[in-house]
Nanobody
Framework: QVQLVESGGGLVQAGGSLSLACAAS????????MAWFRQAPGKEREFVAA????????HVADSLKGRFTISRDNAKNTVYLQMNSLKAEDTAVYYC??????????????????????WGQGTQVTVSS
């Protein structure tokens, strides 16, 4: 089992920044690819970003490129999501997910996250306009 705990969510004004963290425990962190997803009220869950086991490969949703960055620190068993220039439409619950497989390739990433084995409880991000 892998336990994931997100933190860093909150209320921020449009144009501001937030940094989310997801701390993992239970298994060897570097054996897992990590990802962030989000779900806004009334909408389906959507892919935000993913990072491979060593951090060598990263993918960010096309609509978020240039504003969101994913990173990881395997020594701290933590994956991060840096969010800049936030917009009201970024308001959502943000979830981190872990899986031994990296579900991204040159043509993109799995969009809904159904394949991921482990999920955190989510952290709310609210962007006020």
């Amino acid at each position: 089992q892998v336990q994931l705990v997100e933190s860093g969510g909150g209320l921020v004004q449009a144009g501001g920044s937030l940094s989310l963290a997801c701390a993992a425990s239970g298994r060897t962190f570097s054996n897992y690819a990590m990802a962030w997803f989000r779900q806004a009220p009334g909408k389906e869950r959507e892919f935000v970003a993913a990072i491979s086991w060593t951090g060598r490969s990263t993918h960010v949703a096309d609509s978020l490129k240039g504003r969101f960055t994913i990173s990881r620190d395997n020594a701290k068993n933590t994956v991060y999501l840096q969010m800049n220039s936030l917009k009201a439409e970024d308001t959502a619950v943000y979830y981190c997910a872990a899986d031994p497989t990296y579900y991204c390739s040159g043509i993109g990433c799995r969009p809904k996250g159904y394949e991921y084995d482990y999920w955190g409880q989510g952290t709310q991000v609210t962007v006020s306009s």
